[in-house]
């Protein structure tokens, strides 16, 4: 079990992308193209999460900064609180359970999340900034 | 209640006033800065940067147009000594600020009076609205 940060700040995002991941599988091709695949898992990983919040509050940017900090950067895993995943309450139901219709959570498919790389600040003017995460779901140990 | 016309109007340059001055106008945009998140319907927005520009047409009069048209049009190089104050003006109101010269035409036709239009973009916050 690897060791887990603080929760991730509890801010709308202004745009977020995420693709489910895939299973572990390997693929045995002969020679004629017959192809053969062997499943070695029966959970998707590799979750990716990316969110955007542009033009916000430098006390929001900072909130974020921090989070990192405390994350030990890309190391430590974390849990995403309700609001990064809200506004698409049909495909994400939102509550609290593990329920696989939560779909932009983690831990309802086995899986955290952490930092794929540092996120990305830019400064927009005075008072706001906009900053780019990218969180990965990974299988914990 | 007063109403003002063109003949009101005025344009200064370092403190100097430019004579023969057909007319200028002021344009004022501030940026917006989109903070619509994912929980929102309608789309909301902060005020982002301003920036403001002007321009002024000037009768070719002897010189009266020849301190403005000379920050650009000249054989040197144009450099931050031509940043100039500029103060448009109607009665005892106005708009001042330092601003650069970004176009400078001149007119000269058959049958009208030579004239000279500039254009410019002012630099960093205005100094001095009167309004």
Known sequence: MSTSGPSFPDLVPTARSMSPGDFASKVFRSQSGIEARVQYGNKAFNKTLDLEYNNITEANAAAIFDHYLACNGTLYYFLLPQKPKSGNETFHTNDQSNSTSNRYGS??????????????FNSVKPGRMSVTIKLIGVLDS | MTYYSGKDGFISYNGATVAKVSNWSLSTTVETLDTTNLSLNDRTFVPGLRASTGSATIFYYDEAAKPLLERIVKTTATSEDDILTIKLGWGAKGIQSSCIITSAELNCAVGEIMQATIQFQFTGVLSNVAL
């Open chain 1, 107 to 120: 831990v309802s498919f086995g899986l955290s999340y952490r930092y794929a790389e540092p996120p990305q």
